[in-house]
């Protein structure tokens, strides 16, 4: 263990924006690894789980985060893990980096590979969706990012529910997914239309208000010219 915790102290100075954690921060990221790797001895993965992951938000580094990452699929968490697990590559390469640590990266890019086939996916069909609108999206509870909202959706296995809102009306699903399975899930949007903004609404009344004073005007003019039409039939009528 002692051997292990020194390796991981060896890459801490590559972490997150190539900043040297301070000597506070490396003594309590090696507490909590130490720990995360006695939690997961005692088959305690949960434990672990919290253990390493604050240990690797104090020093990102390729073995810490390779922990982190293979727990989280140990978990069933495939999506969290394999990000994690992808993050590896972008810690800069210290000059003092161990064989271990180089070993680490090399781990965690094959486990990456290895879990991707597994992950789930689910294709989302809105219907109906009136043009111009785009859905709101969450997955567990968790917002999709907008730009990613109708593209597939990556999830973990197991139960998983989708709720999309558009317009404040809301629709959801649930799905049951097997390793690796992609399925499709409708979600209807009928009848929901965009909700005018208060710069349209002033638009289309002045616009409606426009037409609406032409068309009055012009009621008034083809009125008054009948009467005075009238009028002149009247004063040239012999019988009058």
Same mark, same amino acid.
């Given at each position: ?182 399925? &499709? ?48 039939? &009247? ?6």
């Amino acid at each position: 263990m002692a051997v292990l915790v020194a390796m991981v102290a060896a890459t801490w100075p590559s972490t997150a924006h190539g900043a040297e954690p301070s000597a506070t921060k490396l003594e309590s990221a090696r507490a909590l690894y130490k720990a995360g790797r006695e939690a997961e001895r005692a088959g305690d993965l949960k434990t672990a789980l919290e253990k390493y992951r604050a240990a690797d938000g104090l020093a990102h580094t390729p073995i810490t985060a390779r922990e982190l990452g293979l727990t989280y699929i140990a978990l069933g968490q495939l999506v969290e893990g394999r990000e994690v697990l992808l993050s590896v590559a972008r810690i800069p390469t210290s000059a003092y980096e161990s064989d271990k640590a180089a070993e680490a990266r090399a781990d965690a890019a094959k486990a990456a590979e290895e879990v991707k086939p597994r992950i789930c996916t689910v294709v989302v069909e809105y219907r109906n969706l009136a043009p111009g609108l785009v859905p709101t999206v969450l997955v567990n509870g968790v917002e999709v990012p907008e730009a990613a909202a109708t593209a597939p959706l990556k999830v973990n296995p197991g139960r998983q529910r989708i709720m999309a809102e558009v317009e404040g009306v809301q629709r959801a699903g649930e799905l049951s997914l097997a390793e690796g399975e992609t399925r &499709k899930l409708v979600l209807d949007f009928r009848g929901v239309v965009k909700r005018l903004t208060p710069g349209e609404t002033r638009s289309r009344v002045f616009v409606y208000g426009g037409f609406g004073t032409a068309a009055l005007g012009a009621a008034v003019g083809i009125g008054t010219g009948i009467a005075a039409f009238a009028t002149a039939s &009247k004063l040239d009528c012999p019988d009058n």
